[in-house]
């Protein structure tokens, strides 16, 4: 049953030639059969709809993203398929969220934007019962851990980093910022892109910057 379809993607299907992208989408709709067969985890995808379609969007593009830069980083086809739970389900923790602080339009409290920050560590709560493996467990509990130790929630640097969480934080990073959120308009990805570039080896993993440069051949 083909759920996503080129259809569902606009700013992608402008950005990647289709013949690219047909193979990403295939295992994303995979995950998401998967989860709505699945007794333990079909709360993930019922509340991902029901709650927040936007976290649920963003996640579909996330893991496509993902999954392209690291078939190009050289990942082999068992390697990719856990790359793209761990990027769809990234932001699963946001679930735990109130979604009126989530998509908040004004300025959040201090309160508030720490609340949010705890979502890595709420997502593994969530899937703790579902044995996930660790490389998944990774991409959601350090995708928003920083470089240079500006990120959180433990502040690890470079390498430290796992791996993957290194390439959904550029992922994330990049679709969040052409994408258009309740407080505010997506930016062209001309500028998306130079914000990303400007947080190589500060924010980002110069490695998985370049490969996203070279993806979208800037
Ligand atoms: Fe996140």
Not at 133 to 149: D, K, Y
Request: one cysteine or more.
């Amino acid at each position: 049953m083909a759920l996503l379809t080129l259809h569902n993607f606009n700013s992608y299907t402008m950005l990647f030639n289709h013949e690219e992208l047909a193979k990403p989408i295939a295992m994303v709709n995979d995950i998401i059969l998967k989860i709505m067969k699945s007794r333990n985890s079909v709360f993930i995808y019922k509340s991902f709809f029901l709650f927040d379609n936007a976290t649920f969007v963003h996640s579909v593009n996330v893991s496509l993203l993902t999954l392209l830069m690291a078939r190009e980083m050289g990942y082999k086809e068992k390697s990719l398929k856990e790359i793209a739970w761990g990027a769809f389900l990234h932001d699963l923790g946001k679930l735990m969220v109130p979604e009126c602080i989530l998509n908040k339009p004004g300025k959040l409290t201090k309160n508030e934007y720490e609340l949010i920050k705890k979502h890595p560590e709420y997502g593994m709560k969530l899937i703790e019962p579902l044995g996930l493996s660790v490389n998944i467990c990774m991409a959601i509990a350090q995708h928003h851990e920083r470089w240079e130790g500006t990120g959180y929630p433990l502040g690890l640097k470079g390498k430290e980093i796992h791996p993957l969480a290194q390439i959904v934080a550029v992922a994330d990073t990049f679709d969040a910022l052409i994408s258009d959120r309740p407080y505010r308009k997506g930016m062209p990805v001309e500028k998306a892109i130079e914000i990303v570039r400007a947080g190589k080896g500060t924010d980002f993993s110069p490695k998985v910057v370049d490969q996203l440069l070279k993806l979208l051949a800037m």
